[in-house]
């Protein structure tokens, strides 16, 4: 099984702590729907005819096109006869609620893909989501909805820079819910200088009470050359209070407990089988191919990323070329890779796995380095695996870099 990530570089304005490759002009809207076009025909082979169970349109913002213009660019990932005579959206609500397992038809028989029993996310700025919208979105194969909603107080809005209101964010999950869509995720931030511990827990209130089966929450991270970042320099804006983003992840973590939510990741929250596939697809090693400038690819033994430069993009696509970076991954990236992706999530980072994947030197080198953080109770092992404690989710980063390899 694979994945597909179509990175949409479109918004309606930047955020101020945004550093993802995204313009807000939307001039080359058209051609670059062409180009994605051209580049899943282009790329195929990349997964070498294994089956696609998962498509994620994100970016950028993909609300900013219409559901039937995303579809067109769908419908080119199955193969040339299913173009012609795609298959039906299901209209069963069980699809929508719990997409079935992978597709088991062996690679490169038949189809690669088929939406019936996929997982098919949309990312959703809360704006976009008028009756209109959703009523669109019912022609199309989408069956999971993430919706960047980031804060429910106007001040916090602001002071991002949000293209919305909490009142749009508010409606869009009930127009989503009056459409019959319950496979709903919301993403939340905290640590935000103009929020307070008191209002991050009024912000997941709210978020509870919405009744959506999926969270995901970030801590606000000041990146280089950001607004953010130069307000912050000029002081036009409160820095982060490291403190306060403590509690407020220490608060996180207790209250979606206390609700029946699972931390399946780091900064992931679901009920029960609701995670999302796609994303734990990414943490399981299970190949990729992203499309799009900016977006990267992974296949098992290499990483591709393409230009983050959408000019270059399109005009390289116009004469049937892509532009993109590759490096074959060392046993020490790989290795790299499983500690730190595996660390991130519910399954944790096996000792057996690296021992039969990476050999013995790696295997000691890693139980030295994790012993350490056992001591300090910021990871624990359960039969030869090491997870995160509450504690050690506060310090991951670091704790994953020093279980890295160097070369
Ligand atoms: S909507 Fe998302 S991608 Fe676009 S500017 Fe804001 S944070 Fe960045």
Excluded at 14 to 24: D, G, I, Q, V
Excluded at 155 to 183: P, T
Excluded at 215 to 238: F, G, H, N
Aim: charged letters at 20%; one cysteine or more; aromatic letters at 12%.
């Amino acid at each position: 099984m694979s994945g597909i990530y179509i990175h949409i570089p479109f918004c309606r304005r930047k955020c101020h702590y945004c550093n993802f490759f995204s313009l807000a002009s939307q001039k080359l809207k058209e051609p670059f729907l062409d180009a994605v076009k051209k580049e899943i025909a282009l790329t195929r082979g990349y997964l070498a005819g294994e089956p696609v169970n998962t498509i994620y349109f994100g970016g950028g913002t993909p609300s900013v096109y219409r559901p039937a213009e995303l579809q067109e660019v769908m419908a080119g990932i199955d193969s040339p006869d299913s173009i012609k005579n795609p298959s039906p959206p299901d209209p069963s609500p069980d699809c929508i609620k719990n997409p079935s397992p992978p597709d088991p038809s062996p690679r490169g028989e038949g189809r690669i893909f088929s939406a019936i029993d996929k997982e098919i996310t949309i990312e959703l700025n809360p704006e976009d989501v008028t009756e209109e919208y959703v009523e669109e979105l019912k022609d199309t194969w989408f069956n999971r909805f993430s919706l960047g909603v980031q804060s429910f107080f106007e001040e916090d809005l602001i002071s991002l820079n949000r293209s919305h209101s909490a009142a749009q964010a508010l409606n869009a999950v009930k127009l989503l819910h009056n459409a019959g869509y319950e496979n709903i995720s919301i993403d939340l931030i905290y640590g935000i200088p103009s929020s307070t511990p008191a209002r991050w827990q009024e912000n997941l209130e709210i978020a509870f009470s919405l009744n959506v089966p999926h969270i995901s929450a970030y801590s606000l991270t000041v990146e280089p050359k950001t607004p953010l970042a130069w307000m912050i320099d000029r002081q036009k804006s409160e820095p982060v209070n490291d403190e306060s983003q403590v509690e407020q992840y220490k608060m996180l973590i207790n209250k979606t407990k206390e609700q029946g939510f699972l931390q399946y990741e780091i900064s992931n929250f679901c009920k029960p089988g609701h995670h999302a596939i796609h994303n734990t697809n990414y943490w399981n090693g299970v190949p990729y191919l992203g499309l799009g400038p900016s977006a990267h690819n992974f296949n098992g033994s290499s990483r591709r990323w393409n230009v983050a430069n959408l000019s270059e993009y399109i005009t390289r696509l116009a004469k049937g070329d892509c532009l993109f970076e590759e490096e074959i991954l060392t046993p020490a990236q790989k290795y790299n890779e499983y500690v730190m992706t595996s660390l991130r999530t519910i399954r944790g980072c096996s000792l057996e796995q690296i021992i039969s994947n990476f050999q013995f030197p790696i295997s000691n080198y890693f139980l030295n380095r994790a012993s350490v953080f056992l001591k300090r109770g910021l990871l624990s092992e359960t039969s030869g695996v090491y997870f995160l404690t509450d504690e050690g989710k506060l310090f991951a980063d670091m704790i994953t870099s020093e279980l890295f390899l160097t070369e």
